[in-house]
């Protein structure tokens, strides 16, 4: 019902994707963190042509469709992160020009991409660089991580989101609010249970 809380989805209108963690948000028109806590300042997570390194490696490993490497990034840093679509798309067009990916198959608009020879002689000459970023987004998943589950972080801001939204529709009745009580304690019932 609702995939995220509103300011990310706000953000996504504007054609960015934030994602709030402690006191700040990853900006993916920068890929860096912005606020403070986490990585502090506004440090970059994926340094210049290092997320196109982890695209390229991605679909060395498996060819994949830009809404899956986006949701593989998005995993392999426990929900932390997830580049847009704005970033991901022109980055494979990119790698496509320069002759290390190609696309594979088609399905309607969708490209299926795919490590050209020359794309895994690149990832092999960079190898040590590729080994850095993949130790930095292990260690950024144990940190988004910390032991939750990025399917249980997105529930808890779909719930926060509702609530919210629910909310800002205006008064809420006592046969309203007896209503969402009854659904919040029923899902409570239901966690403890599990």
């Not at 986490?38 to 809404?67: D, N, T």
């Not at 020009?97 to 020879?117: C, F, I, P, R, W």
Request: proline residues 3%; positive net charge; charged residues 30%.
């Amino acid at each position: 019902m609702f995939e995220h809380f509103g300011e990310r989805q706000e953000a996504q209108r504007q054609g960015e994707c934030r994602h709030r963690r402690g006191r700040g948000w990853w900006d993916d028109r920068g890929d860096r963190w912005a606020g403070r806590g986490g990585f502090g300042g506004r440090e970059r997570f994926f340094e210049g042509g290092h997320l196109k390194l982890v695209i390229l490696q991605l679909i060395a490993e498996k060819p994949s469709y830009g809404y899956e490497i986006i949701k593989a990034i998005e995993e392999r840093l426990s929900g932390g992160y997830a580049p847009s679509p704005g970033v991901i798309y022109p980055t494979l067009t990119l790698l496509e020009e320069e002759g290390l990916a190609e696309v594979t198959s088609t399905e309607g608009n969708k490209k299926l991409y795919a490590a050209t020879e020359a794309g895994r002689s690149h990832l092999k000459e960079n190898h040590h660089v590729l080994k850095a970023i993949t130790g930095r987004m292990q260690e950024a998943r144990k940190m988004f991580g910390r032991g939750r589950s990025p399917q249980i972080m997105r529930a808890m801001m779909n719930l926060q989101f509702a609530l919210k939204i629910r909310t800002e529709r205006g008064d809420l009745t006592a046969e309203q609010v007896n209503k969402v009580a009854e659904a919040i304690d029923a899902a409570a019932r239901a966690i403890d249970q599990v």
